[in-house]
C-alpha cells in the first residue's frame, strides 16, 4: 500500500458472521477497494443469539481492518417508538464513541456508511469530526420496511441532506425514501451490488451437487436460495410444488438458507406430503456457485428486496429466473427479458411460471443466455468496486478548496505503489 493512500473509514450494523446481502456488498466491495486504499470497518460484536440463527460459514481473508465494538447502548432497541412515533434518533451510542475514536487514531479521508438507521449518526459523527465528507451507502431495508417509526425517515432525510454524497443500490431504495421530494442539490448516484463473475458463470460445474443430491438425469431441479425469514414468504414456493408435480413428477426444489423460518418450513413440506420432492441444505457460501450450475431453474420469493443479490448471482450463472414483481426486483430481473415475474403471495402464478419454463427448453435457454449477458455488463463486482472508488474520489475532491483541486492527485493517492 502507498505510503499516504486513501484512508476509508467505514461503519456497518451487521458483519460477519452474519451473512446476507448487505454484509456480503460491504465485503466485496471493500476489499477490493483496500487495494488501493487504506480501509477500516467498524461493525458492532454480533450476540450470541443473533449469531446462533444467522450466522454462518464466511470468508476470512478480510484484507482491511474491523474494529469491534460491544452496541451496549442502541436507541433502536428502546421500548415505545410506536407510541413516539420514532422522535428518539435511531443511533448506537457505542458506535459513535468507536467512531470518534477512530478518527482520531486513523485521521480518515472519507466516511461510508452502510445502512442508515443505527449507524448514519454515528458515522456524520464521525465526518463532522475529522472534517472528512460523509457518503451513506442505502443498502437495506431499514429504510424500505413499513415497520419502522415515521420520524426515522426524516432522521434519515436529515442526514443525507448533510451528507456529501449518497449511493442507493437500486431506484427502488431512493424512491421508497424520498418519493419524488428528493432535493435538487442532493448528489447521489445508483450502483447495483455486484457478482464476482470468476465465481458465477455459465462455465461452473454442478454435476456432483446433483449427484450428492440424488437428483437423476432428466429430473428437473429447482434451487430457492434465501435467508429463511418471515418476510422472504418462502412457503409461497412450497406450495407451488404440488401443482408443478402434477405435470411435472420428476421435479425437486431444493432449499438453501438458514433462519427463524426454517422449522416451520419443514413441518409445510410435511404437512403436504412433499419430503421426497423438496431438499433442505443449510447456508451455502461459495459452493453456491456449483448448486447455481447444478439448477434448472432459480426460483425467488421476497415481500421487499432493496436489491436482491442472489437474482444477480443466478444470472451470471446462466439461470432461468421465477421470481415476484415487488420492490427493487425489476431492476434486476426484467420480465421475459432475464425471467419471468409473478405477482407476490401467488403460489399458483409461481407455479405456472416454473412450469411454463420447464415446458418450453428453449424459452428457459433463452432467458439463461439473456441473464448472464446482462450480469457481466452491470453486475460485475470489479466495475462496482470501482465505481465505490470513484465516489470516494469525487467526494474528497469536492471537499477541497476550488485552487487545490487535482483530480489526478487524488486518484494517484489511491494507486498502489507496487
Not at 73 to 89: A, D, F, M, S
Not at 244 to 260: D, F
Amino acid at each position: 500500500m502507498a505510503k499516504g493512500a486513501l484512508v476509508i473509514l467505514a461503519v456497518c450494523p451487521s458483519f460477519f458472521p452474519v451473512v446476507g446481502g448487505a454484509e456480503l456488498l460491504v465485503y466485496e466491495v471493500l476489499r477490493r477497494v483496500s487495494r488501493q486504499a487504506r480501509v477500516r470497518l467498524i461493525t458492532p460484536v454480533i450476540p450470541e443469539e443473533i449469531a446462533s440463527v444467522w450466522g454462518s460459514s464466511h470468508p476470512t481473508d478480510i484484507p482491511f481492518e474491523v474494529i469491534r465494538f460491544v452496541d451496549r447502548l442502541n436507541t433502536t432497541r428502546l421500548p415505545g417508538h410506536k407510541i413516539t412515533r420514532g422522535v428518539v434518533p435511531p443511533v448506537s451510542v457505542s458506535a459513535v464513541r468507536t467512531g470518534l475514536r477512530e478518527c482520531r487514531r486513523s485521521e480518515p479521508d472519507v466516511v461510508f456508511s452502510f445502512y442508515l438507521h443505527s449507524v448514519g449518526l454515528a458515522a456524520l459523527a464521525a465526518a463532522r469530526v475529522s472534517g472528512s465528507p460523509l457518503v451513506p451507502v442505502i443498502c437495506g431495508t431499514d429504510v424500505a420496511s413499513g415497520n419502522r417509526p415515521p420520524l426515522w425517515r426524516r432522521w434519515g432525510r436529515m442526514l443525507l441532506r448533510r451528507a456529501d454524497s449518497t449511493v442507493y443500490v437500486s431506484d427502488f431504495t431512493k424512491r421508497q425514501f424520498w418519493g419524488s421530494g428528493e432535493p435538487e442539490s442532493h448528489d447521489s448516484t445508483c450502483i447495483p451490488n455486484g457478482v464476482d463473475m470468476s465465481m458465477f458463470n455459465p462455465g461452473v460445474d454442478g454435476r456432483v451437487v446433483r449427484e450428492n443430491l440424488s437428483i437423476a438425469p432428466g429430473e428437473t431441479m429447482i434451487l430457492s436460495l434465501q435467508r429463511l425469514a418471515p418476510d422472504k414468504r418462502v412457503d409461497i414456493i412450497i406450495k407451488a410444488m404440488p401443482r408443478i408435480l402434477t405435470r411435472h413428477p420428476r421435479t425437486k426444489l431444493v432449499i438453501a438458507g438458514i433462519g427463524s423460518e426454517r422449522g416451520p418450513l419443514r413441518d409445510l413440506v410435511d404437512t403436504l406430503g412433499l419430503h421426497e420432492r423438496v431438499v433442505f441444505v443449510d447456508y451455502l457460501g461459495p459452493e453456491r456457485a456449483q448448486y447455481f450450475a447444478a439448477a434448472d431453474i432459480f426460483t425467488f420469493h421476497s415481500c421487499c428486496e432493496t436489491f436482491g443479490i442472489v437474482l444477480a448471482e443466478a444470472m451470471a450463472s446462466g439461470k432461468p429466473i421465477v421470481t415476484v414483481d415487488n420492490s427493487a426486483i425489476p431492476e434486476v430481473v426484467t420480465d421475459d427479458e432475464t425471467g419471468l415475474l409473478c405477482p407476490d403471495l401467488d403460489s399458483h402464478a409461481m407455479a405456472s411460471q416454473v412450469i411454463r419454463l420447464i415446458e418450453d427448453p428453449a424459452l428457459a435457454r433463452r432467458l439463461g443466455r439473456a441473464a448472464a449477458v446482462r450480469a457481466v455488463a452491470v453486475f460485475n463486482i470489479e466495475d462496482v468496486a470501482a465505481r465505490y472508488l470513484a465516489v470516494a474520489e469525487e467526494a474528497v475532491l469536492n471537499r477541497l478548496p476550488r485552487r487545490h483541486r487535482d483530480p489526478e492527485a487524488t486518484k494517484r493517492k489511491t494507486r498502489l505503489s507496487g
